[in-house]
Nanobody, 122 residues
Framework: VQLQASGGGLVQAGGSLRLSCAASGRFFSIYGMGWFRQAPGNEREFVAAMSWSGSTFYADSVKGRFTISRDNAKNTVYLQMNSLKAEDTAVYYC?????????????????WGQGTQVTVSS
């Protein structure tokens, strides 16, 4: 399975971006999908996840601002990011969990995309 993340860029604080992650393979619809991010000098942290059944999970820091969604017909998962803050600046990674619901533990994920840079200017 290959994951290709896109949609990052430079945006002013308060603005919005939508990230996309396109997956190869036939079994996307049963994977748990997640988004993580990593800022320079920090560990990779959980952002949002969606199970194959549509259940969603969010980090407290993004609740109410970010929305994860998926389009199984397009093998794509999205992350809509609104009301962006400078502290949201990071490289964002998408990941796929073959056997589980997709949660906040990065070690549970089997496949990772290459990352897309999000920079929020204050």
């Amino acid at each position: 399975v290959q994951l290709q993340a896109s949609g990052g860029g430079l945006v002013q604080a308060g603005g919005s971006l939508r990230l996309s992650c396109a997956a190869s393979g036939r079994f996307f619809s049963i994977y748990g999908m997640g988004w993580f991010r990593q800022a320079p000098g920090n560990e990779r942290e959980f952002v949002a996840a969606m199970s194959w059944s549509g259940s969603t999970f969010y980090a407290d820091s993004v609740k109410g601002r970010f929305t994860i969604s998926r389009d199984n017909a397009k093998n794509t998962v999205y992350l809509q990011m609104n009301s962006l803050k400078a502290e949201d600046t990071a490289v964002y990674y998408c990941a796929a969990d073959r056997y589980g619901p997709g949660r906040d533990n990065p070690s549970e994920y089997d496949y990772w995309g290459q990352g897309t840079q999000v920079t929020v200017s204050s």
